[in-house]
């Protein structure tokens, strides 16, 4: 599939998705997509299944992936409207049961301390569907109050004495920080900036999934692109995290980058793998398939960070040579910034001229 073709097979997917690809690709606000998310295909389906007590599968946490916990991550991710009144007063009600002494929600009501990963997740879908800040404050106590000397988080910290960050835990915290101050919230904000930019350099420390200590691949789940994800990290979920808060290029981003566009297909699409062990209300999509989700998040990432940093490369098939450009894609409505080419193709003379004013390098084209 050509450019054209793969927005057309992205447009013919599920409501979430459409909204999602006029947002992110298309550059274009679609609130009349997002509105009818609650009433048609996957959204209506998660609401459906909405026991008359309030809550999805059997309480809070139990059973995966059919909790009220991660059904509210489902709803949040597909961008549904802000303004359920059901799914607000569910997420009220959690605050006032789940709540436990040291200020985090709690499900597990034998272990007296919270979990800072269930914690950045319930921030991260709470702040989206506008809960009170009063009622969030405890929330936000106890996630500072877990951070970690090397800059990010685990949930085994204060609970079995973990020494080392985690990546799982890290990334949940961040995508609450990130829905916390996209939707106003003020309290203790600061303090969450200073979280956020040292969990964002834990991350890239460790170039997505590599070891410090052994420069090795950490795990081999880190390089799936499982979704939904749930509680689990991989370089997909990260790298989405990093162009949703347009985290700046940064050259430890790239090797994460070669590994995406390694896994995509030659139609221009990427597979979903299998999903998650667990319970599933419904299936979104076809594993070992290419995935309307996978494709999506992909190139949200690479409109915003491909050819960054690239340097120009020498065409031999037609003599010439090609320049990356700056590329700036505006994501808010509000934004007025200009879209530019992604790379010029000039003359070997006149290329090579401009290289040598300007102090750079060519490099051989791979192909």
């Known amino acids: 599939m050509n450019e054209k073709e793969t927005l057309s097979w992205l447009l013919s997917g599920d409501l979430s998705i459409q909204f999602q690809v006029h947002r992110d690709l298309l550059d274009t606000a679609r609130p009349d997509l997002q509105r009818r998310i609650a009433t048609e295909g996957w959204g209506a389906l998660f609401l459906s299944k909405q026991r008359p007590d309030g809550h999805w599968g059997m309480k809070f ?6 909790s009220t916990h ?4 489902d709803l949040r991710n597909l961008c549904i409207s802000q303004d359920i009144g059901p799914v607000r007063e569910i997420i009220d009600r959690i605050i006032t049961c789940e709540r436990a002494k040291d200020g985090g929600i709690n499900p597990v009501g ?3 301390k919270s979990d800072v990963c269930i914690n950045g997740m319930f921030l991260h879908y709470a702040c989206y569907f506008g809960i009170d800040a009063s ?5 936000i106590d106890f996630i500072l109050s877990q951070k970690m000397s090397d800059g990010g988080f685990n949930c085994r910290s204060n609970r079995s004495g973990a020494i080392h960050s985690s990546l799982h835990t890290t990334i949940s915290v961040l995508e609450g920080i990130e829905e916390y101050e996209r939707n106003g919230y003020l309290y203790r904000l600061d303090e969450l900036r200073e979280a956020r930019q040292s969990s964002v350099e834990f991350i890239l420390r460790h170039k997505f999934f590599l070891s410090e200590r052994t420069g090795e691949v950490i795990h081999g789940d880190f390089l799936r692109m499982a979704y939904p994800f749930r509680w689990r990290y991989d370089f997909l979920r990260a790298l989405d995290y990093f162009q949703s808060a347009r985290i700046p290029h940064d050259p430890r981003m790239d090797p994460a980058i070669e590994i995406l566009l390694g896994k995509q297909n030659k139609d221009g699409t990427w597979n979903v793998p299998a999903k998650i062990p667990g319970q599933v209300h419904f299936d979104m999509e076809t594993a070992g398939k290419p995935s309307r989700w996978n494709t999506l998040r992909a190139l ?12 120009p490369r020498f065409r031999g098939d037609d003599n010439a040579l090609e320049l ?6 505006p994501r808010e409505s509000g934004d007025r910034v200009p879209t530019f080419p992604s790379s010029l193709v000039i003359p070997v003379k006149t290329g090579i001229s401009l290289l040598v004013l300007l102090g750079m390098r060519f490099r051989p084209s791979p192909e």
């Open 110 to 112: 034998s272990v007296d």
């Open 70 to 73: 991660y059904t509210l991550q």
């Open 135 to 139: 009622k969030l404050e405890p929330v």
């Open 300 to 311: 949200r990432i690479l409109r915003r960070y491909h050819d960054v940093g690239r340097g």
């Open 61 to 66: 946490y139990q059973p995966k992936w059919i």
């Open 324 to 329: 990356p450009c700056c590329t700036c894609h």
